[in-house]
T-cell receptor, first 116, second 116 residues
Framework: EAQVTQNPRYLITVTGKKLTVTCSQNMNHEYMSWYRQDPGLGLRQIYYSMNVEVTDKGDVPEGYKVSRKEKRNFPLILESPSPNQTSLYFC???????????????FGEGSRLTVL | AQSVAQPEDQVNVAEGNPLTVKCTYSVSGNPYLFWYVQYPNRGLQFLLKYITGDNLVKGSYGFEAEFNKSQTSFHLKKPSALVSDSALYFCAVRDKYNNAGNMLTFGGGTRLMVKP
């Protein structure tokens, strides 16, 4: 089954304790991206990756890191989480990048993170 | 720059009645437009898209949307609402010539409540 898998789905942590949210897709997609969803703000892009070893900042990258060592995986790293990073996070992927891509994004089920 | 506005936080409709969820957009070039639906505790699911051609596009679950270039709108519609349509709906836009990050800009979301 084609899917984007995120883990963990739910996490409560404390300020400053490093954490990683994993994301894996099995569709051989070039493009992957992380979003955060906050009430009234819709989805805002954190980081994206056009292909292996190619990553770049989205709208709200502060406090986050990513890596793309393999095509299927795109982990989101919070080196020192703070309460303002409490949010619902989504990983998404798409087959192609750039002008060739008219297709839709495929989303994971979401990871709800609470930072105390 | 590209942006999306969903002017209604919530839309209430009785089952069997037609529904409309509004979306207006702003892009500097030609738009690619999308609608996504989010059910509770789930990721976003693709509903439909407008790329080019016929202004009326049909998608999943009986939904359709009409692209109106002069009004820069892409409203989501369904002739007869079901209780199971109750969910959070997101409109998204991408400038056709935006090759940077394949970025979709999402609206703030509209909660659709269909009452029996």
């Amino acid at each position: 089954e084609a899917q984007v898998t995120q883990n963990p789905r739910y996490l409560i942590t404390v300020t400053g304790k490093k954490l990683t949210v994993t994301c894996s897709q099995n569709m051989n997609h070039e493009y992957m991206s992380w979003y955060r969803q906050d009430p009234g703000l819709g989805l805002r892009q954190i980081y994206y990756s056009m292909n292996v070893e190619v990553t770049d900042k989205g709208d709200v990258p502060e406090g986050y890191k990513v890596s793309r060592k393999e095509k299927r995986n795109f982990p989101l790293i919070l080196e020192s989480p703070s309460p303002n990073q409490t949010s619902l996070y989504f990983c998404a992927s798409s087959l192609r990048t750039g002008a060739a891509n008219t297709g839709e994004l495929f989303f994971g089920e979401g990871s709800r993170l609470t930072v105390l | 720059a590209q942006s999306v506005a969903q002017p209604e936080d919530q839309v209430n409709v009785a089952e069997g009645n037609p529904l409309t969820v509004k979306c207006t957009y702003s892009v500097s070039g030609n738009p690619y437009l999308f609608w996504y639906v989010q059910y509770p505790n789930r990721g976003l699911q693709f509903l439909l898209k407008y790329i080019t051609g016929d202004n009326l596009v049909k998608g999943s679950y009986g939904f359709e949307a009409e692209f109106n270039k002069s009004q820069t709108s892409f409203h989501l519609k369904k002739p007869s609402a079901l209780v199971s349509d109750s969910a959070l709906y997101f409109c998204a836009v991408r400038d056709k010539y935006n090759n940077a990050g394949n970025m979709l800009t999402f609206g703030g979301g509209t909660r659709l409540m269909v009452k029996p």
